[in-house]
């Protein structure tokens, strides 16, 4: 098995035929994916040069950019926080309400269900940066990837062309939650949810169509493009090829700082998959981590409890792996 760009082995399936497939060979499922592939990729990036176009005729205002902010936030706790901290590591624990609205707001990123979410990321990190792996950019398939077209694989042709995960043996969990299987079926109202509500707002605080137009364009499209790219892919990507490997870890996750202050702390990739439980994920006190802030204000709040974080003895016994490896 094939673990990093370092290594010398070559790349074998590590799964035998007595266990249980990790991705299902479904011609109808393949299809819906990659028809949600095309609606994630091509409609925000059309949408977003619609944007540019109207903005360099009209200018954009504190409206559009209020709305951007807004929206972009509210995702990126949804996806931040909601998907990947909450339902996917489980790194505290939080009431139903809360888990809801969560889940709601991670749908509005337009980046798949609450399930279908977690069963992917879930296989990345078992099999992170080797064969199995759905998305790393350092191999695809029993195919080594360098450079640009690793690149490319991990940031979006791999919604294209891998396999379906197996949720039933990645996301069991969430597959037996009665009430996230009805918010997983209310998933496109939710999409159109996340692009009404700034439609509706421009169009209110401006008073005009073309205000309804804009807020759906940048509260929406724009906001889509930007967090798909940045929060997820770019991590995707970026985050397994470029910045420093503080920690220990038989794979290429890397901190980037510049990823780290767009995408609600998740750049912080090094230290995420050192310590994936952590639902702290800056664990520097200069490391910028958004959603690791807004995780301590629920807890201050009494919404969010069992908040796990690594000791510093942990931490010091991760950095000392990689001084006695360079050693």
């Excluded at 949600?36 to 903005?55: D, H, N, R, Y």
């Excluded at 940031?155 to 996230?180: C, E, G, P, R, Y």
């Excluded at 724009?222 to 985050?239: D, E, K, Q, T």
């Excluded at 998740?266 to 981590?289: K, R, T, V």
């Amino acid at each position: 098995m094939w673990m990093s760009t370092d290594s010398k082995t070559q790349l074998e399936p590590i799964v035998s035929a007595k266990e249980p497939k990790i991705t299902l060979n479904h011609p109808r499922l393949k299809a819906i994916q990659r028809r949600a592939a095309w609606a994630a990729t091509l409609i925000p990036a059309l949408g977003s040069v619609l944007a540019f176009v109207i903005a360099l005729q009209t200018g954009i205002g504190p409206v559009e950019i209020g709305l951007l902010v807004m929206m972009y936030s509210l995702t990126a706790i949804g996806i931040s926080v909601g998907y990947h901290r909450y339902f996917c590591h489980c790194t505290f624990q939080t009431n139903t309400t809360v888990r809801v609205i969560l889940a709601i707001l991670g749908s509005m990123a337009l980046m798949g269900t609450v399930t279908s979410w977690v069963a992917d990321h879930r296989r990345h990190h078992k099999y992170t940066d080797a064969y199995g792996d759905p998305h790393s950019p350092h191999c695809h398939d029993d195919q080594r990837l360098t450079g640009l077209r690793g690149l490319w694989h991990a940031h979006v042709s791999w919604m294209f062309n891998s396999d379906i995960t197996n949720f039933a043996l990645f996301a069991k969990d969430l597959l037996q939650d009665s009430t996230l299987v009805k918010v997983n079926r209310l998933y496109w109202t939710w999409v159109m949810l996340g692009l009404g509500i700034p439609a509706v707002l421009g169009g209110i605080l401006t008073a005009s169509w073309m205000g309804a137009l804009q807020g759906f364009l940048w509260g929406g499209l724009v906001r889509i493009f930007l967090i798909n790219n940045i929060l997820a892919w770019g991590n995707n990507s970026i985050g397994h090829y470029y910045g420093s490997r503080p920690f220990k870890v038989n794979d290429q996750s890397r901190n980037n700082f510049w990823l780290a202050v767009q995408n609600f702390g998740e750049g912080w990739h090094n230290n995420h998959h050192a310590f994936p439980n952590s639902a702290i994920m800056g664990l520097e006190w200069w490391q910028i981590d958004m959603g690791g802030w807004v995780i301590r204000v629920l807890e201050k709040l009494g919404l969010a409890w069992e908040v796990k974080v690594p000791s510093a003895a942990a931490r010091e016994a991760k950095r000392n792996e990689v001084e006695k490896a360079e050693g």
